[in-house]
Nanobody, 122 residues
Framework: VQLQAFGGGLVQAGGSLRLSCAAS????????MGWSRQGSGQQRELVAS???????TYADSVKGRFTISRDNAKNTVYLQMNSLKPEDTAVYYC?????????????????WGQGTEFTVFS
């Protein structure tokens, strides 16, 4: 199973950006998907998550500005980020709780994408 993230770059404060992350491989089903971020010198924090039924959660710092969504047919999760602030600058990592079938037995594991970075400048 692999997660490939897309997006990132340089954006002015107040601007918008959308990240996407596609899961591929021998996936039986995807449960939760989401995004974490890690700024320079900071611990990784959960930004947003979405379960297969569509329920979402957000960090307080991004509520009202970020929207997470998913396309189950494409095994893809998106993060729409609006009203970006310099403090949003970080490396963003997508993750997915994946169920695979190994020798007839379901196996559950969390997979992470490679990280995509963007900088918000004022």
């Amino acid at each position: 199973v692999q997660l490939q993230a897309f997006g990132g770059g340089l954006v002015q404060a107040g601007g918008s950006l959308r990240l996407s992350c596609a899961a591929s491989g021998s996936i039986f089903s995807l449960n939760g998907m989401g995004w974490s971020r890690q700024g320079s010198g900071q611990q990784r924090e959960l930004v947003a998550s979405i379960i297969s039924g569509g329920t979402t959660t957000y960090a307080d710092s991004v509520k009202g500005r970020f929207t997470i969504s998913r396309d189950n047919a494409k095994n893809t999760v998106y993060l729409q980020m609006n009203s970006l602030k310099p403090e949003d600058t970080a490396v963003y990592y997508c993750y997915a709780d994946v169920i695979t079938v190994v020798k007839g037995n379901p196996q559950r594991a969390k997979y992470w994408g490679q990280g995509t970075e963007f900088t918000v400048f004022s």
